[in-house]
């Protein structure tokens, strides 16, 4: 079945930069992707959608001016480039992925209900 792989994750000092990759294997229509990320006994949070059809994004405001959510489809490929990271990004980061578009650059696109299938997550760990 279709699967999201993961990779990018590791670790930085406070102000650096990462990209993280999600990768579809067994190609599926995705019109709808987006990224959350879980600290530690919080609650998983969505900071970010991508519609693929068109490109257009959704941002969390913990996130905005920082990351950036964008996509290759030749290499079934949405990365999430992040930027002056801060310590408080600290968390596992999991992609999604859903078939239908609807609300997806809104805010309803970042909800962990709407998706159906994940990536495994990916460490990031920003340390002061």
């Known amino acids: 079945s279709e699967q999201l792989v993961e990779s990018g994750g590791g670790s930085v000092q406070a102000g650096g930069s990462l990209r993280l990759s999600c990768e579809v294997r067994?190609?599926?229509?995705?019109?709808?992707m987006a990224w959350f990320r879980q600290a530690p006994g919080k609650e998983r949070e969505g900071i970010s959608s991508?519609?693929?059809?068109?490109?257009?994004?959704y941002y969390a405001d913990s996130v905005k001016g920082r990351f950036t959510a964008s996509q290759d489809k030749a290499k079934n490929t949405i990365y999430l480039q992040m930027n002056n990271l801060k310590p408080n990004d600290t968390a596992v980061y999991y992609c999604?992925?859903?078939?239908?578009?609807?609300?997806?650059?809104?805010?309803?696109?970042?909800?962990?209900?709407?998706?159906?299938?994940w990536g495994q997550g990916t460490q990031v760990t920003v340390s002061s």
């Open positions: 999604a992925a859903r078939s239908s578009d609807i609300f997806c650059a809104e805010r309803i696109g970042i909800s962990v209900g709407v998706y159906q299938i």
């Open positions: 067994n190609k599926a229509d995705f019109r709808c």
């Open positions: 991508i519609t693929t059809t068109d490109g257009s994004a």
